[in-house]
Each structure stands twice: as structure tokens, then as C-alpha cells.
């Protein structure tokens, strides 16, 4: 059926043949009637049960479908190899005599064999001993130590055990020291993926650089649970090596777990996740068929109202209601997925060498209720934007 005869439901006119009055009739033969094939209708469309115009209805009925294939970030560490020497305030106080004569003790010799092992005359021993027991470190018998006494000929013994330093590798991005992982460093890495050095030689000239007395307090406490008077008087020193660094290779692959702000206390990478901010108008699907026309509908509308069909009337409302309608603005997360309820401020695309940008994923948005199921989203402006998240490095993986 054409336009014009959906709009104004013309019947058609059955023309008669008309014989001249002067014609005698002749006879006809009697044929069966022709049956002729009915007028199709216009297929009558049910009206979408949420109107454009219902902007909460819409935007709850959103639904978000992503690739499936997962997303994950690779980057390197530069690592160098070092040593952590572990030291004490209370044994740095001591003289020679004194560290001598308690770990002579602590490994049970007598005076007269400490007097045989100096060119120290026993009485010059025996005045050092009465020190010590002054200290509470030797017992009044001058033969044994005291507990604390023992725990100085402890420590001593574990300092002779790592006199030439705990051996450890140095992150250089964590800025930590950490256990040598045999194997697991590569000699070189893509530019593009190598952390920042976050590693300031001057500094490691301080004691207790990093984390250096943490592993130098595990490493003595290890066997030995030690007094909080010696515990307190421990202290490290560092030294790193300068030799041409290998690559700890770590992998990011949750990437909802990601901090909006930098924390202090663990060095972070950062990651710029792109956002789009998308407006659509919310369309009626029914109406497609006519919207190549609904102008010209719209005017034989407002010029002949009562000759146009209800269906026609129909479209020029619904097509004015979809004018009206307000837009649907949604912040669509182009890596996880999901739709970016927070509301958070998104960014232009960032600038700076130490931030990683990831790839945007295809991602399409549908309506996906029975009640809009003659609704769709129609994009008209869509704006490319970031989020910007810290992963700290403690929270991520070493492939």
C-alpha cells in the first residue's frame, strides 16, 4: 500500500460497465466469481510500555556487553643486587676486651684460659669481669654470663654468622630490598614498560635505608627472641651495588582494585583507564520505518487532520515525544565493562612519561527490559576521557 493511501484509508472504486440503451443484451456466459485477494492492513504496532521521556525508567534498564578476553598490564622492575650488615648501639659501646671476654663465655671458658689466649695478665681479666658484673652481663661467680649476658654472646654469634651482609636484591621502582628470586629476573626489558627509579643513592648512606632494618631484625630474631633492650639498640646499614640492573617482570590484572589517590607508603604505578562519556536520545523502534517521511506525515497532519489515519496521528506524537525526550548521559568504563556509577570527575587524556594508558575494549549498550524492548539508545555525541587509578606495587603480581 502506498503513503498516500495509508494515510487517508481510500477505498477503492469498483467501476460498472455501461452498455448503450440501444445495445441488446447478449448473453453472458455464467462464470464462477473472481475472488479477489483482500487489502493487506498495516501491521498495528503495540505501543513501547516506557515512554522515551521516562529518563529514570531508561537508565536503569541499561546493560553494558564487553569482550570477553581479559585485560592485563606488564611491567619491569629494575632490580640491583646488595647486602643489608646488621649493627648494634649496645655493641658498638663495648672495647675489644669486653666483646672478647663475652663471647670467651659464652662459649665456656674459663678466666685462666682467656688470661692463656692474651698477653692480659688474669687480674687485668678479673677487673674487666667485675665490670661486666656490674652491667648485669657476667654473674657473681665470674664463671657464667647472666641472661642479658647471654643474649650479647647470642647476638654476637649471629653478627660473626652474617659479617658479610644479608644478601638481597633492591627494587629500585618499590624502593625496597627484597629476597633474590633465582631465575626470576630478565636482562632486558621494553623501555616503554620499565618502571621509574624511584632509588636515591645519597640517602642509602643513612642507616637503616629502606627497609633494611625490618630484614636485618627478622634475620637476628629468627632463632632468638631477644630482650626489647637489644631489640631497640639494632640498627643496619646498606650497600647496593651499581652494576648494570636485571628486570623483575609484575602484571596487573584487576584493575577495580586501583587507588583514586597516591598512597605514601608503597611506591604505585599509574594508570590512566579510558571512560567514555556518551550521550544518547532515548527512540522509539516502531517508528523507523517512517522516519524518512515523518516530516511530510507531520504536515498533512497539521493541514488535514481528519483525513489521516490513528496510526499516522500515532507517529507524529511519538516522533514529537522522542524531540522532547531528555538525553541519556552515561560514563561507560571502555576496559572493565561497566557503566561508571560513581559520577567521579574524569580527565582528558593525561600527560607525563610514568603513566600507563590501557586499550579500549568494544563495548556495546542496550536496553535490556521487556518493557523497553521497542526503545533503543541512539548515540549523538560521545567524548573519549580517563580515570586515573594508583595500583601499589604490594597488591601486584610477579609473572
Known amino acids: 500500500m502506498g503513503l498516500f493511501d495509508f494515510l487517508f484509508n481510500r477505498k477503492k472504486i469498483k467501476t460498472t460497465e455501461i452498455h448503450s440503451a440501444t445495445t441488446l443484451p447478449t448473453k453472458v456466459p455464467v462464470v464462477a466469481p473472481t475472488v479477489q485477494n483482500p487489502v493487506s492492513k498495516p501491521e498495528s504496532k503495540k505501543k513501547a510500555s516506557v515512554k522515551v521521556s521516562n529518563h529514570d525508567e531508561i537508565e536503569k534498564n541499561i546493560q553494558i556487553e564487553s569482550e570477553s578476553d581479559n585485560v592485563m598490564l606488564e611491567v619491569y622492575c629494575a632490580v640491583l643486587p646488595a647486602r643489608i650488615f646488621c649493627h648494634s648501639i649496645l655493641i658498638d659501646k663495648l672495647g675489644d676486651l669486653t666483646k672478647f671476654i663475652i663471647t670467651s663465655l659464652y662459649a665456656g671458658h674459663s678466666i685462666e684460659e682467656i688470661a692463656d689466649l692474651t698477653h692480659m695478665g688474669s687480674t687485668t681479666i678479673k677487673e674487666e669481669i667485675e665490670y661486666l658484673i656490674r652491667g648485669d652481663l657476667v654473674k657473681d661467680d665470674?664463671?657464667?654470663?647472666?641472661?642479658?649476658?647471654?643474649?650479647?654472646?647470642?647476638?654476637?654469634?649471629?653478627?660473626?654468622?652474617?659479617?658479610?651482609?644479608?644478601?638481597?636484591?633492591?627494587?629500585?621502582?618499590?624502593?625496597?630490598?627484597?629476597?633474590?628470586?633465582?631465575?626470576?629476573?630478565?636482562?632486558?626489558?621494553?623501555?616503554?614498560?620499565?618502571?621509574?627509579?624511584n632509588y636515591i643513592p645519597i640517602l642509602a648512606r643513612n642507616d637503616n635505608y629502606a627497609n633494611?632494618?625490618?630484614?636485618?631484625?627478622?634475620?637476628?630474631?629468627?632463632?632468638?627472641?631477644?630482650?626489647?633492650?637489644?631489640?631497640?639498640?639494632?640498627?643496619?646499614?646498606?650497600?647496593?651495588?651499581?652494576?648494570?640492573?636485571?628486570?623483575?617482570?609484575?602484571?596487573?590484572?584487576?584493575?577495580?582494585?586501583?587507588?583514586?589517590?597516591?598512597?605514601?607508603?608503597?611506591?604505585?604505578?599509574?594508570?590512566?583507564?579510558?571512560?567514555?562519556?556518551?550521550?544518547?536520545?532515548?527512540?522509539?523502534?516502531?517508528?523507523?520505518?517512517?522516519?524518512?517521511?515523518?516530516?511530510?506525515?507531520?504536515e498533512l497532519n497539521d493541514n488535514y487532520n481528519d483525513l489521516i489515519t490513528e496510526k499516522a496521528k500515532l507517529i507524529v506524537k511519538a516522533s514529537q515525544e522522542e524531540k522532547e525526550a531528555e538525553e541519556i548521559i552515561v560514563d561507560i568504563d571502555m576496559v572493565l565493562g561497566g557503566l561508571n556509577n560513581s559520577k567521579e570527575k574524569l580527565e582528558e587524556l593525561p600527560v607525563g612519561d610514568n603513566i600507563f594508558i590501557l586499550?579500549?575494549?568494544?563495548?556495546?549498550?542496550?536496553?535490556?527490559?521487556?518493557?523497553?524492548?521497542?526503545?533503543?539508545?541512539?548515540?549523538?555525541?560521545?567524548?573519549?576521557?580517563?580515570?586515573?587509578?594508583?595500583?601499589?606495587?604490594?597488591?601486584?603480581?610477579?609473572?
Open 142 to 197: 665470674m664463671k657464667s654470663l647472666t641472661e642479658l649476658g647471654l643474649q650479647y654472646g647470642k647476638l654476637f654469634e649471629i653478627f660473626d654468622k652474617l659479617s658479610e651482609g644479608i644478601g638481597m636484591a633492591f627494587n629500585t621502582f618499590a624502593n625496597i630490598f627484597e629476597p633474590i628470586e633465582e631465575n626470576g629476573y630478565c636482562s632486558e626489558a621494553d623501555p616503554e614498560f620499565i618502571l621509574p627509579n
Open 212 to 298: 633494611s632494618l625490618d630484614i636485618a631484625t627478622e634475620q637476628i630474631e629468627e632463632s632468638t627472641p631477644f630482650s626489647w633492650e637489644i631489640k631497640n639498640s639494632l640498627y643496619a646499614t646498606v650497600k647496593i651495588e651499581k652494576f648494570k640492573p636485571g628486570y623483575k617482570k609484575m602484571v596487573i590484572k584487576d584493575f577495580s582494585t586501583g587507588l583514586r589517590e597516591k598512597t605514601e607508603k608503597d611506591a604505585c604505578v599509574k594508570v590512566a583507564i579510558p571512560c567514555d562519556h556518551i550521550f544518547y536520545k532515548p527512540r522509539y523502534s516502531w517508528i523507523d520505518p517512517y522516519r524518512m517521511t515523518i516530516s511530510r506525515i507531520k
Open 359 to 399: 586499550n579500549r575494549k568494544n563495548i556495546t549498550i542496550s536496553l535490556g527490559s521487556e518493557s523497553c524492548e521497542e526503545l533503543y539508545l541512539e548515540e549523538v555525541n560521545r567524548e573519549h576521557l580517563y580515570k586515573i587509578r594508583y595500583f601499589p606495587y604490594s597488591q601486584m603480581e610477579v609473572q
